[in-house]
């Protein structure tokens, strides 16, 4: 069956080869400093020209992407090697053409040139080694650059900015599809693939997207995240048809993060390891592992995880990949990765999510942080998001936004997490100050000092786009509702079908918040057919069916508990993959402190029973059934239920 893409095609019916280490293979070519002088010849951009005149025949040591200028030929036939030796797939010569890398050799604006040059290059090497039984590729590959957002070195906005004005130059010089390897940073991910998505849009090209991290040789991604993150955060994108890692190891230290992506990922896997851990030799890095090695190996992957693209980064040459290639190239998909096992729900690699078995068949519901991924589900609890990193709901808090206390405030998020919260709930709207301003700063510190994922507490979508740049992995957008229509509504779904992210509905309407169960639950169906509409699949919607206090002792609202917890135990039985969560503390507001522990407590109870999935709490001031006196328990339950008998006691 033709999935429409030539590429999608050939990666169906077996392994596919990548290229191997290209800097040494110029070095080796023995390239004169000229060739790392911008040249003012009459055919180039003019773009390029007039760089060339500012530099004056500076040298640009070490700028390999500037060989496209000057050396075309020596690119073209590294390519031609890399085909020869059996690969697929060659990436284009650009792994540093941002505005990052390339300002530090003062020509920041060549970006698109030097892609749209590189682009045509392979694409050229591509067509002349095809032929009609074996096509060939140029996959465009950009590289991590030098700054890491989540450290503050660079912007999200700057570094979006520069992989879409990059992506834009490769499409243009027409790519098979596009690469971004050896990231480093989970906002660097997200960054690099939204721009992926944008340029797509801006030339109207669409193609394959391959995401690959680097994962040290700690065993996490250089700033401290788990593999389980990354890929959590990754398969928010439908786009990105394969996922894997290269560089910073060797196949032996890279097994075990290629054994949790085959256990754990519905996309195809990509691995191309280092030749072997690096040994110094008079100051140099001497990688040892032989071509024969680097085969063994790539057979493991490829039998053992299912690894379905193989190739080579640094030490690796054209005799790696001649052996790698003759080993495993084209041989047949096996059954053994959990990609192989889904394949068929996702014809085509397409990964948009429409039926309740392909969202079965993801394996990482849940959420993520920079540094961790957290399952909606845990075991024997639900998912218990930190109330009070809220200025509206700790005085505490909004005492130390007021006097921008930083510290502070990530010391008390710090104190969610120790008292079991696993997601933590954050607003910082507060009357008089910068929401936005705001946000950003503190989520910065909580995206690189806190382990638990955000909830983004706010409407506003402003707000809401602010906060997703500054968080790595995959948050929680609190929330949605039709208050005020639909506009809104669209909005933070795009951002959430943007950025990816999952979402909070409440069951409010244009008439207000729905009181009866039947109308949370119609309310709830109508969330449900926007976040479907905007791609979300239903586990990342978390349904909140809202209480007012019974506090209050109001007539009106003494069913409020009894309703928003039946709506929960029928929203539970139409949609079992459909997130539920209640803000508890409102259901005691205006009660002393201790009654309201035991109500609230009592609450979360009767909601967990009807199917509630996570709820916002104080987590530590919350008392299982067994540590309340029965005969309080009793009142309390009375209370949720609406047992008039309580009236009397
Ligand atoms: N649903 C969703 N989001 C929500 C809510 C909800 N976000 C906000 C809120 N409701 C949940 N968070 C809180 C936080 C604190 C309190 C109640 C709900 C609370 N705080 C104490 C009080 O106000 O008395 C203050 C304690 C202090 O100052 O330290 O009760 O329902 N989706």
Same mark, same amino acid.
Request: net charge negative; hydrophobic share 40%; charged share 25%.
């Given at each position: 069956m033709s999935t429409g893409n030539r590429l999608l095609d050939r990666l169906a019916q077996g392994v596919m080869v990548f290229d ?67 690969s697929d797939l060659v990436e284009t010569?650009t ?20 892609s749209?040059?590189?682009a045509?290059?392979a694409k050229?090497?591509a067509?002349?080694?095809s032929?009609?039984?074996?096509p060939k590729f140029a996959v465009g590959a950009l ?20 992989y879409t004005?990059s992506f834009r130059g490769l499409l243009d010089g027409d790519v098979d599809a596009l690469l971004l390897e050896?990231l ?5 991910v997200?960054?690099g693939i939204l721009a992926a998505k944008d340029a797509m849009s801006a030339t109207g090209r669409r193609v394959p997207l391959f995401v690959q991290v ?17 890929l959590?955060?990754i398969e928010c994108s439908p786009e990105v048809v394969a996922v894997g890692m290269n ?14 992506l085959?256990?754990?990922s519905t996309r195809p896997l990509s691995i191309q ?33 299912g690894v379905a693209i193989v190739g ?21 998909h ?5 990609w192989q096992?889904v394949r068929?729900l996702f014809p085509g690699f397409d990964f948009r999510i ?146 990816g ?34 791609g ?18 109001? $007539?009106?609202?003494?069913? #409020? &508990? ?5 709506? /929960?135990?029928?929203?539970? *039985?139409?949609? %079992?993959? @459909? ?29 967990? $029973?009807?199917?509630?999935? #996570? &709820? ?5 001031? /919350?008392?299982?059934?067994? *540590?309340?006196? %029965?005969? @309080? ?17």
């Open positions: 191997g280490a290209t800097g040494t293979q110029y070095q080796a070519r023995d390239l004169s400093d000229n060739e790392f002088i911008l040249p003012d010849r009459a055919d180039l951009p003019d773009a390029v020209r007039a760089a060339a005149q500012r530099m004056d025949g500076k040298l640009l040591d070490g700028c390999n992407e500037i060989l496209v200028f000057t050396r075309p030929d020596v690119v073209e036939q590294v390519h031609l090697d890399y085909f020869a030796a059996g010569n792994f540093g053409s941002t505005s990052i890398v390339l300002a530090e050799y003062e020509i920041p604006e060549l970006v698109y040139d030097v749209l040059a590189a045509r290059i050229g090497a067509l002349k080694a032929t009609p039984d074996r590289g991590p650059g030098t700054k890491l957002v989540s450290l503050g070195q660079t912007s999200f906005d700057d570094l979006h900015a520069t004005e050896t480093q940073d989970l906002l660097m997200k960054a680097t994962m040290e040789q700690t065993g996490t991604m250089l700033v401290g995240t788990d593999i389980l993150a990354a959590n955060m560089c910073a190891t060797g196949p032996v230290e890279m097994a075990p993060f290629v054994r949790t085959s256990q754990h390891p280092n030749a072997g851990l690096p040994v110094m030799e008079k100051g140099q890095a001497v990688y040892k592992l032989g071509p024969k090695e680097l085969a063994d190996h790539h057979e493991e992957f490829v039998n053992e995880f080579g980064c640094c030490g690796t040459t054209p005799e790696h990949i001649q052996a790698v290639a003759e080993r495993v190239g084209g041989r047949p096996g059954t053994n990765a959990h096992q068929n429409q039926s309740d078995e392909q969202a079965e068949a993801v394996k990482l519901r849940g959420c993520s942080s920079l540094y961790q991924f957290v399952p909606y589900e845990q075991d024997n609890s639900f998912l218990i998001v930190g109330e009070r990193t809220n200025a509206n709901g700790s005085k505490a808090f909004r005492d130390m936004l007021g006097v921008e206390n930083w510290d502070g405030l990530t010391e008390l998020a710090r104190e969610l997490e120790q008292e079991g919260s696993h997601v933590i709930d954050v607003c910082t709207a507060y009357v008089g100050r910068d929401e936005v301003r705001d946000m950003r700063t503190l989520l910065s510190l909580y995206n690189q000092h806190i382990q638990a994922p955000v909830m983004i507490d706010s409407t506003e979508a402003p707000v809401i786009e602010a906060s997703l740049k500054c968080l790595a992995g995959k948050p929680i957008i609190n929330s949605i509702n039709f208050e005020d229509g639909e506009a809104r509504t669209r909005r933070v779904l795009e951002l959430c079908q943007r950025y992210a999952a979402v909070v509905g409440l069951t409010i309407n244009e008439a207000g918040m729905a009181k009866s169960r039947e109308d949370k639950v119609a309310v709830a169906e109508r969330i449900l057919s926007f976040t479907r509409e905007y979300l699949p239903d586990y990342d919607v978390f349904i909140d069916t809202l209480t007012f206090t019974l506090g209050s002792g109001d $007539e009106e609202f003494r069913l #409020s &508990a009894v309703e928003t917890i039946e709506a /929960i135990r029928e929203i539970r *039985r139409r949609h %079992p993959l @459909v997130n539920t969560i209640l803000g508890v503390s409102n259901v005691s507001f205006g009660l002393k402190p201790a009654a309201r522990v035991i109500l609230n407590s009592a609450f979360l109870h009767f909601a967990r $029973e009807a199917g509630l999935t #996570s &709820a916002i709490v104080h987590a530590s001031k /919350i008392v299982p059934e067994n *540590r309340v006196e %029965p005969e @309080v328990w009793k009142i309390v339950t009375d209370l949720v239920h609406d047992r008039r008998e309580f009236a009397s006691v």
